[in-house]
């Protein structure tokens, strides 16, 4: 059964920095395009980063270029979003999801398979 398990959230002061890790089971994540996307209390769910099978294109929302990495190692089968510079509007519930589309498409509807998601919290 194709499982996507992130973790690494929880409670980080503004400015401080998160690694979050999306590892799969089930299947291999070198032929999907992997997402990271988050929602917060009362908002619709949104495309933070999103990378191509191959890794070598990357899709970053404006609100955390600059701040945000996404990269993947396919020999962990697992993919990892750096997030430094930390705001209180970057809290959220944070997901991967996978996608048979090519490229770093961040469309929702693009992404068959999503986890269940980890807590990301910035608070002082």
């Known amino acids: 059964q194709l499982q996507l398990v992130e973790s690494g959230g929880g409670l980080v002061q503004p400015g401080g920095s998160l690694r979050l890790s999306c590892a799969a089971s089930?299947?291999?994540?070198?032929?999907?395009?992997i997402g990271w996307f988050r929602q917060a209390p009362g908002k619709e769910r949104e495309g933070v980063s999103c990378i191509s099978l191959s890794g070598a294109s990357r899709n970053y929302a404006d609100s955390v270029k600059g701040r945000f990495t996404i990269s993947r190692d396919n020999a962990k089968n697992t993919v990892y979003l750096e997030m430094n510079s930390l705001k209180p509007e970057d809290t959220a519930v944070y997901y991967c999801a996978a996608t048979e589309k090519w490229g770093d498409t961040c469309l929702l509807y693009d992404y068959a398979y999503w986890g269940q998601g980890t807590q990301v919290t910035v608070s002082s």
């Open positions: 089930g299947f291999t994540l070198y032929y999907y395009g």
